[in-house]
């Protein structure tokens, strides 16, 4: 069997640290996946050299021997127990094609035997492969929302690969967020485990807040005899209308914070943030005579008393 080098299977270096041998491999893998291939016989080929170059640089104590021992690294412990160096290997070959016997392995072999040996070990290789549990494609998908709905935690369906999924979501989801739902994926090959389902959520804002996190942001009408004077004001938020003191003579600009009226945090009961208010001032229009009276004698009262 011809020499394989996983590191090119992979598309690596021999320098690559677990952290890349495990992006290579997620990456290839689902470019070659039999889910995404079907009938693609070279795609499957492609998928199976993948897995099998993984198995090997991703456990390191496998790669350790694979870097020793290059193609007959399955076979490390064997050549140990024998004294096999592999750096010798050209060198005992040269000898026994010279008819010169071996002792390394715990016996005489002549050259034909020495063959066999090794094509025994690399077919034993090749039919453990075969029967090798790869984990199945991981798949994604996109679920819309508005805001109003990652407000509070409900079930909803969605419909993957063909498959009808029921899923709880968490309220306080956010915009772009990605979860995980562990075994939604496709189908693990030779009796692997399924891959992951990642769903990604894309949130739509029709309403008259603007979310920040878990804050809230909201613009709110003052008529002017409420800024000057003072009073109270009903406001809106996401549970309901809630009644709020306005101190007199409050300007234009204002800020406000309501504590805990805010957004749910996500996957923390009964915790929120908080709601941020900004007073609009409205100046009255379309004034009656009177009106215009009143407010000219405030005028000058206000002229006089400076």
């Known amino acids: 069997m011809d020499y394989i080098d996983y590191y090119k299977t992979l598309e690596i270096t021999k320098t690559a640290t677990e952290a890349e041998i495990k992006k290579a491999y997620r990456k290839l893998a689902r470019k070659y996946h039999p889910d995404l291939n079907p009938n693609d016989k070279e795609a499957e080929k492609k998928f199976k050299e993948i897995n099998e170059a993984n198995e090997v640089l991703s456990n390191p104590e496998n790669r350790k021997k694979y870097d020793k ?7 490390a412990d064997e050549f140990e127990k024998a004294g096999y160096d592999p750096n ?6 040269s000898r026994q094609q010279s008819g010169q016997d071996f002792s390394g392995f715990g016996g005489d072999f002549s050259g034909s035997d020495f063959s066999e040996f090794f094509n025994s070990m690399y077919g034993s290789g090749r039919s453990s492969r075969s029967q090798s549990k790869y984990r199945g494609q991981d798949f994604n998908a996109e679920l819309q929302l ?3 709905s990652a407000y509070t935690t409900h079930k909803q369906s969605l419909t993957v690969n063909g498959k009808n999924i029921r899923i709880t979501i968490p309220a306080g989801v956010e915009n772009g967020q990605v979860i995980k739902i562990p075994g939604h994926g496709g ?9 992951d389902l990642y769903i990604t959520f894309q949130i739509s804002n029709n309403s008259d807040f603007k979310r920040d996190g ?16 003072g009073g109270e004001i009903n406001i809106k938020t996401f549970d309901g209308k809630v009644k709020i003191k306005v101190p007199a003579e409050t300007q ?8 805990g009226k805010g957004f749910p945090i996500y996957k923390k009961e009964n915790q929120f943030g908080d709601l941020y208010l900004t007073y609009n001032l409205k100046i009255p229009t379309k004034l009656s005579e009177k009106e215009k009276e009143l407010f000219a004698e405030l005028a000058k009262l206000r002229n006089h008393g400076q």
């Not at 878990?214 to 004077?229: E, F, G, K, M, R």
């Open 69 to 75: 021992y290059g193609k007959d690294w399955k076979h």
């Open 88 to 93: 010798q290997q050209q060198q005992q070959y």
């Open 146 to 148: 508005d805001l109003a």
């Open 187 to 195: 189908a693990g090959v030779n009796g692997g485990p399924n891959g």
């Open 214 to 229: 878990n804050n809230l942001y909201s613009n709110v009408d003052l008529d002017l005899y409420t800024a000057i004077l």
């Open 252 to 259: 234009t600009g204002t800020k406000v914070k309501l504590k």
